[in-house]
């Protein structure tokens, strides 16, 4: 595997679905009842892409393999990170990880007697969508929202200004406030509004534009501006080109709800900044860190699989059962059964593409998608004991060079926490998520350390990784100095 990883990011969410539980007549369940013997016949409900759909037809309680309820044996290895020989290794380590999840997931409601009425689901609230359109003061004079290399003053951040409140010294830390001593960068609401400061105490609007989403914070590099925001796949216009990309009018199935937003924003001149650049990411923001003029921002992100079911339908006659019959039992068993093996079809008929999230880009008026798993998935890498399906990624943006440029590396990971150095980046994330315990409680938590090079401009090395007992809190809980 190369030390360099190279290319784009993930994520994903769970959307609502819809269970209609239809009352059965004593006159048809006793009928069921005499006709098997009292074993009891069940009219099964199933949901496809649509919904709820009853197809009507009985079937009686089937004889289950011995081992389907067994739990597969834990082991631990290296925390390593390694990558992959093709996009079919790729392919078949996802749907492997995805299978034991879901597997857990439904043995836990076998033992636990829970899970019958379906999951609970909130879409993201929020979102006001523009276009990144600038409006300027007509009082704001030319020379006082020019760049701020026309100032007649050298400020000093620490000495006549303060700047944001970061961990290390030398790494800046995404804000909803930023300062370059000259002027003053806001967000709020879905608005950057730009101040300038030509004399301490005193502020002279400059002008705002509009982000799409919901912005959350941004980073700073001399005359450029990177915002982060949040973007709801719900509150996308129609005529919107990404939402025909990730909705699917078939299935009812939008691809990924929360879209990560990165808009890049020249404000050479002040009083009338400009959305250079706008990409996508599928999956959730985490943090972002800008080291002499490169920034690297982290994303968190998985798909859900179109068709997969993580609740249990039950049949109509199981609720005609008394609470202590035996008979629920029975049905409930089966109907995991059946879950899990309609869920390992699914998983098995899922192509690639659906696994992997994607990054769309904007430019006049059109997307553009940048596949993430292309040509032999290279550039994709995993610890060699992972069982994870979700994917951290670390975008890489030199904004110091004459193009504007990015690379991503993609780490299939848990949930991480992420410190940076001037030198040194890493990602902390537990060795195996909450499922990979159940029925297995030899084990106690770790924590994965994956470390990169972040000393040269535009660029991230992966140098190696190791693993702790425990977990990590926060950012504040990892340090780095000298190497170490």
């Given amino acids: 595997m190369s030390n360099h990883l190279t290319n784009r990011s993930i994520i994903g969410s769970r959307p609502p679905q819809t269970m209609n539980n239809r009352s059965t007549t004593a006159f048809f ?3 069921l009842l005499l006709t098997s013997g009292c074993m009891g016949l069940i009219d099964e409900q199933r949901i496809d892409d649509g919904g709820v759909t009853p197809p009507n037809e009985p079937w009686a309680p089937a004889e289950l393999p011995d081992e389907w309820s067994n739990i597969v044996a834990r082991t631990r290895g290296s925390p390593n990170l390694i990558g ?9 380590t996802l ?3 995805i299978a034991e999840e879901m597997r857990v997931h439904f043995l836990e409601m076998l033992e636990n007697d829970w899970g019958y009425y379906g999951w609970g689901w909130a879409e993201d609230d929020m979102m006001m969508d523009g276009d990144a359109v600038a409006e300027s003061s007509s009082a704001a004079g030319g020379d006082s929202a020019g760049s701020s290399g026309g100032q007649q003053t050298n400020r000093e951040e620490g000495t006549d200004y303060s700047g944001t409140n970061n961990q290390e010294e030398g790494v800046d830390e995404a804000d909803f406030v930023k300062t370059d001593g000259y002027y003053i960068y806001m967000l709020q609401n879905n608005r950057l509004f730009i101040l300038g400061t030509p004399e301490p105490g005193q502020l002279t609007y400059e002008s705002n534009i509009t982000i799409e989403g919901s912005p959350m914070t941004m980073m700073l590099t001399d005359d450029h501006l990177v915002i982060m925001s949040t973007v709801s796949s719900w509150n996308l216009n129609s005529n919107d080109p990404l939402y025909d990309i990730l909705y699917d009018e078939d299935s009812y199935w939008w691809r990924s709800n929360s879209l990560t937003k990165l808009t890049v924003i020249d404000i050479s001149n002040r009083s009338a900044p400009e959305a250079q650049r706008e990409l996508y990411i599928e999956g959730y923001y985490q943090t972002a860190r800008e080291v002499n003029g490169t920034v690297r921002m982290v994303t968190h992100g998985y798909l859900e699989l179109p068709g997969m079911q993580w609740w249990l339908q039950m049949p109509d006659s199981y609720w005609e059962y008394d609470w202590e019959d035996p008979m629920r039992n029975v049905i409930r068993n089966e109907t995991i059964y059946r879950t899990i093996q309609e869920n390992m079809q699914v ?6 593409a659906d696994l992997v999230p994607q990054i769309y880009e904007r430019s006049d008026g059109e997307i553009t998608t940048h596949p993430l798993a292309a040509d032999t998935c290279d550039d994709f890498v995993t610890s060699e004991d992972s069982t994870s ?14 193009d504007f440029s990015f690379e991503a590396d993609h780490l299939m990971t848990n949930w991480a926490q992420v410190y940076a150095s001037q030198d040194v980046l890493v990602i902390a994330e537990s060795a195996n998520d909450w499922w990979w ?9 770790a924590t994965n350390l994956h470390t990169f090079d972040i000393s040269n401009a535009g660029t991230t090395l992966y140098t190696g990784s190791g693993r702790i007992n425990g977990t990590v809190l926060d950012q504040f809980s990892l340090s780095e100095y000298d190497g170490t």
Wanted: aromatic share 14%; proline share 0%.
């Fill in 347 to 352: 998983i098995q008929d899922t192509n690639l």
């Fill in 95 to 97: 749907k492997d990880h």
């Fill in 84 to 92: 992959f020989t093709d996009c079919d290794q790729l392919e078949q």
């Fill in 29 to 31: 369940v006793l009928t």
């Fill in 389 to 402: 399906r979700s994917f951290t990624s670390i975008f890489t943006l030199d904004l110091m060079a004459s």
């Fill in 437 to 445: 315990f159940w029925g297995n409680d030899d084990f106690t938590e």
